[in-house]
């Protein structure tokens, strides 16, 4: 993390840091995207895409933020995944407020009782924190009859009468100025926390270690992603020639994975070579020389110091 010189206090100055929470799938990551006007963090289909806890720096005129995009909080029994729930409750020790992020279509078409069911591993949870609370309701782009959120608002306004609800579409934008506004409110600086031109508090070793399992999702288009983790082994700055050299290793818990990732005559690793390749170019500004490895690794996702070492912040 860069540390900023001193900076005097500015009239009418927001600066934070603001935790982005909720359960999986509830768009999170192209929340955080859409509100920076910048991908940095990765976005799939599938739930539970987020690992790891990524930040990204709003800087404005009267405003700088830091927003902790977290993984989705859900009950669970795995390894993998109790160390990734801790990661997003560990986030909120560092937060100056707390946006909770639900995702409004798919309480309108499940009901109250998915809304119960998700919510559920936050019971009394906010009451401890001693923060400032923001709620969200997501992907309203989707909902084509805007009554159907009247019931669901509602409820919401019952389990949160304190808390002001703001319906919102991560993909569109719709109404998220309004919630950055809200969310600076409960932010408690006056004076910038990073350099102006700093975008996250993360290296860029990090952000492609991202790009490449990405694309890994969007390539194999099946559950086998869950069963990879991807490590950068070297990360080689080379001026003269304006190149990066990126070694990583994709780690897979069986052996058949190995050739299912591969591919036939090595096209399915081609692919995700090149694509990820062309996102981390324009990440540096530069161009970069990705090589990638394919490694079976029985159960790593149970083998904790393995964990630590790929999730560094847990």
């Not at 992020?101 to 069911?117: N, P, S, V």
């Not at 100025?177 to 290296?203: H, M, N, R, Y």
């Not at 062309?278 to 790593?300: C, D, F, M, T, Y």
Request: glycine share 6%.
């Amino acid at each position: 993390m860069n540390t900023p010189e001193p900076s005097k206090s500015r009239e009418g100055f927001h600066s934070g840091i603001c935790a982005i929470i909720g359960p999986p799938n509830s768009g999170k990551s192209t929340l955080l995207n859409t509100l920076l006007g910048q991908k940095i963090s990765i976005v799939t289909p599938k739930p539970q895409t987020t690992r790891n806890r990524i930040s990204g720096i709003l800087n404005r005129d009267d405003a700088q933020v830091l927003f902790l995009d977290t993984p989705g909080i859900h009950h669970t029994r795995q390894t993998l995944n109790r160390f990734i729930v801790d990661t997003a409750w560990q986030t909120l020790a560092e937060a100056d407020c707390v946006l909770l992020l639900l995702d409004g279509a798919l309480y309108t078409r499940k009901g109250i009782k998915k809304l119960h069911e998700d919510l559920s591993p936050f019971s009394n949870r906010f009451q401890d924190l001693g923060l400032p609370l923001f709620l969200a309701l997501n992907k309203i782009d989707l909902i084509r009859d805007r009554t159907r959120l009247l019931p669901l608002m509602e409820q919401l306004a019952g389990l949160f009468p304190d808390i002001d609800l703001y319906p919102v579409s991560a993909v569109t934008g719709d109404g998220t100025a309004d919630l950055v506004k809200a969310c600076l409110k409960g932010l408690p600086g006056e004076v910038p926390l990073f350099p102006e031109d700093q975008l996250s508090t993360l290296p860029m070793r990090f952000f492609a270690q991202e790009i490449i399992r990405e694309k890994l999702f969007l390539v194999l288009q099946q559950e086998i992603p869950y069963s990879i983790a991807v490590e950068i082994e070297n990360w080689q700055e080379i001026p003269e020639k304006n190149l990066t050299l990126i070694q990583a290793v994709i780690y897979v818990a069986q052996s058949q994975h190995k050739h299912i990732v591969i591919g036939k005559q090595g096209d399915r690793l081609k692919q995700v070579g090149r694509e990820a390749r062309l996102e981390i170019n324009a990440l540096l500004g530069q161009r970069s020389h990705l090589e990638l490895w394919v490694k079976v690794k029985p159960k790593w996702h149970e083998n904790r110091s393995f964990l630590q070492q790929l999730l560094p912040d847990i």
